[in-house]
């Protein structure tokens, strides 16, 4: 039964980064202006990591006696810069939960799998503190910084 439990978290994860290659690659195409230069890239750089994800998840699942699922999870779109990256923000924070859901599924028995979704969740962690940055839902406390800086000067 654990494993059933392991292999449905496993494909909500699956679903989610294919869910991820879609987006990513269509934000890629639908960003424009001067930011175009530099977005392009990064959404395609993501994109590709979204697949290499999916494609370890899609071999573990079948390895677990599951089928890896062929649906992608709810895709966004925009046509501002902002609201793309609140967008992936959104499916990296459901992508870590559904890895944090499969990791508690692994309980004692699948320990090599929990190891496995540990490296995975501190890389998706990383994703979503880079997002909450690029969208400015994180930031140093500056404030609390130059008061203490003032303090030693
Ligand atoms: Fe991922």
Redo the contacts with the bound molecule.
Sequence with gaps: MAETNLIDALNRALSL?LG?VIQYMQHSFLVTGIEREVYRKYFRSQGE??QE?AITLGDKIVALGGVPTVEPAMIRQSTELIEMLRQDLEMERE?LAAYMTAWEACGDTELPTRFQLEERIY??KLHVEELEKLTSERKANVTKERITLKQIG
Excluded: K
């Design positions: 980064e991820a990591e979204s994800h992508a890389q998706e």
